[in-house]
């Protein structure tokens, strides 16, 4: 295992360019099995995710290439589901259900272990499962896989509501969709942009998708696909990190190769907080004050404030003068970083799903350990304004979701360590259970 040794108490400066978009590379990735043949991804990130799909299509029978500067070759001429993903490779990795869609949509037949991923609350497939039969599919789960089997010799065109608006689902959904015999009309999807950016590609490849970004999409079939080259969306959870990190250690940090747009909930609240916020084309300047501003704020799926930017904004919260209101309205149980924060000085309560945050003037470098993927890179954060030495231990959760992230920070002037403590055990099957209840939990997305 791997652990960040940080110095801090040291303004960010400088720019840095954003990677693509995580929560679209491991959508798009396994969309390249619904065309035979040569797909080309660009602007790949280089995180542990990519990785792991890569080996799991590989073992599904497609000839890839290890990504090299963010372009991955994928084949998947010879792809086939008869052979489940291992086990162990889909209990690391959240978005492994998009093998199901995928796998359905082309073959008829998938057969995939419950997924993994981050311990943040109770995030069921049920919505996937219910489109997936919608289609006219068999779903049974048997010795911890989901095996979903279209009862004719291609799925059918429906209309399909989802209870909640997923984004996991209607992604799913119309990856299965796209060669079925008909239209398919799915509302109240959720309209993150990183769904655009799949529904492009799948265009590109041949489909007929139209209302991605708004809360209906409809799908006409086609007979079949033809392999692609897309590049894939800067990530603006990734920028909304280094943002908050500038923020947070009093720095000038530019951020490069975004869409400012996909920022907006985020540089807002920044503006609110007192941080000076400039924008212009592909890129974002954030300026910090000698102290940021308490505000309040509730995560809310696109286009309000990502959850996947709470954690990290509660860390420039604690650092605020005054009192904050933080409420997850997203997943129930993402304040796990909170016990941690508090070990570094933090004046900090959950009461429920929300958290009261008293702002203090220093955070003081201890020894911490890192949950999960946006709570490892808050703990990173605090360690970077925190005086004195912070040691973020676990930090593999990290790396499923940010390229290169001490290099980054080292770049922008950290004084930022990885070691490896000689501990060879991945302790990444920690996040394993990932809140994968089967039962429906209406009032919470899936992501």
């Known amino acids: ?33 619904l065309a035979a043949g040569t797909n080309t991804l660009s602007n790949l990130p280089a ?3 990519i990785s792991t799909y890569n080996e ?46 995928a796998l359905l949509g082309r073959f008829g037949y998938a057969r995939v272990g419950f997924p993994g ?42 209309h399909i509501y989802l209870d909640v608006a ?3 689902a209607t992604i799913n959904i119309m990856l299965a969709a796209v060669l079925a015999e008909g239209t398919t009309v799915i509302e109240n999807v959720a309209r993150e942009p990183h769904i655009v950016d799949v529904a492009s590609c799948l265009n590109s490849m041949g489909a007929r998708v139209v209302g991605a970004g708004t809360d209906t999409i409809k799908i006409h079939g086609v007979r079949e696909m033809q392999p692609t080259n897309h590049a894939i969306i800067p990530d603006e959870i990734e920028a909304a990190t280094y943002a908050i ?31 000076r916020v400039q924008e212009n084309g592909d890129w974002v300047r954030v300026v910090a004050p000698e102290r940021p501003q308490a505000v309040s704020l509730k995560t809310l799926p696109y286009p309000g404030f990502p959850t996947d930017a709470m954690p990290p904004m509660t860390v420039l919260l604690s650092l605020a003068s005054g009192t904050s209101m933080v409420s997850e309205g997203v997943f129930e149980n993402r304040f796990d970083h909170v016990e941690e924060l508090q070990r570094m000085g933090t004046n900090v309560r959950v009461e429920g ?17 890192a949950t999960n993927l946006r709570a490892g890179a808050a703990l990173v954060i605090a360690g970077l304004g925190a005086e004195g030495e912070t040691v973020v231990s ?10 290169h992230f001490d290099e980054k920070l080292k770049a922008l002037g950290a004084d930022i360590t990885r070691v490896h403590n000689g501990d060879d055990e991945d302790d990444s099957a920690d996040d394993s259970t990932d809140g994968d209840d089967p039962g429906q939990v209406v009032s919470f997305r899936q992501s």
Request: charged fraction near 25%; glycine fraction near 12%; proline fraction near 4%.
């Open 394 to 403: 676990s930090i593999e959760h990290v790396d499923r979701g940010y390229e």
């Open 117 to 158: 991923g981050c311990n943040i609350g109770q995030r069921p497939i049920d919505q996937h499962l219910k489109g997936f039969k919608a289609l006219g599919a068999e779903v049974r789960t048997d010795h911890g896989e989901v095996v979903v089997e279209s009862r004719n010799s291609r799925l059918q065109g429906t």
């Open 353 to 369: 799903r929300t958290a009261v945050i008293e702002g203090v003037e220093r955070l003081h470098g201890t020894s911490v350990r």
């Open 56 to 101: 799991i299509l590989r073992h599904l029978g497609a000839v890839t290439q290890e990504p090299s500067n963010g372009v991955m070759r994928v084949d998947t001429s010879k792809a086939t589901p008869e052979k489940s993903p291992p086990m162990e490779m889909v209990k690391t990795i959240r978005a492994s259900y998009y093998l199901l869609g």
């Open 166 to 168: 997923s984004v996991g």
């Open 1 to 33: 295992m791997a652990e960040l040794i940080i110095n801090g108490d040291k303004p960010l400066c400088g720019e840095v360019t954003i990677g693509g978009r995580k929560n679209s590379a491991v959508a798009v990735i396994p969309a390249t099995l």
């Open 245 to 275: 990190a500038g923020a947070a250690t009093r720095g000038d940090v530019t951020l490069m190769n975004i869409v400012p747009k996909h920022l907006d909930a985020v540089t807002a609240k920044l503006g609110e907080a007192g941080v």
């Open 47 to 49: 995180i542990s995710d």
